[in-house]
């Protein structure tokens, strides 16, 4: 067993040893709202959105984007467990703003290891064989991070799935104080009907 599993099935046990009324939560979110985040493990939206147990979805992905899969979670979560709006946070110092899809596309296509990140970008230090199947991805990189919350903001305002009346917030999360900091034009971009 690795330390990490061992470590992982030691939290559980003692998380679970007082699980109490927690088994009896509903299964729609208790507030009503879906939040779309990055998967960055400094941020805790429960911490920074004042979450409890059975509050809120919580939607993590690569750069908090409006993936395909994503919009599917939001949609489920809507329909069929009662969501009323939507959270677009990503954050600042975001790892998806160091590479491009030719530069995942690249590395992937060298070698199947973990890429070293250098002051120049990153390179890739394992040994071959690498896959073309990155080809096919759209990695969803971010070059602007604002431009980036209004983009997905307005994908999902736009998606014919997405009732009108669902308000789609936009945010930057702070990753040095902490705050919440509202992107202006995602506020436009997301404004219910």
Not at 32 to 49: E, G, H, Q, S
Not at 85 to 110: K, P, Q, W, Y
Not at 172 to 179: A, C, E, I, P, T
Request: with cysteine.
């Amino acid at each position: 067993m690795s330390r990490i599993l061992s470590e992982v099935a030691s939290a559980n046990a003692n998380y679970s040893a007082s699980f109490g009324d927690k088994s009896k939560l509903a299964c729609p979110p208790a507030r009503r709202f879906a939040i779309l985040t990055c998967m960055d493990a400094r941020l805790d939206p429960a911490k920074f959105a004042g979450l409890a147990e059975g509050d809120a979805h919580v939607i993590r992905n690569a750069g908090g984007r409006a993936s395909d899969d994503a919009i599917r979670s939001l949609v489920i979560s809507y329909k069929l467990l009662g969501t009323r709006e939507f959270f677009v946070i990503h954050h600042t110092d975001c790892g998806m703003g160091l590479f491009t899809n030719e530069v995942m596309r690249g590395l992937l296509a060298s070698s199947l290891e973990t890429a070293e990140l250098t002051p120049q970008g990153f390179r890739d230090v394992g040994k071959g064989p690498g896959s073309p199947a990155g080809e096919d991805i759209d990695w969803l990189t971010i070059q602007d991070q604002q431009q980036a919350v209004v983009d997905d903001v307005a994908r999902i305002r736009a998606h014919p799935l997405v009732p009108k009346t669902i308000p789609v917030y936009g945010f930057l999360y702070d990753v040095k104080s902490g705050k919440l900091i509202e992107v202006a034009e995602a506020r436009a971009a997301g404004a219910a009907a």
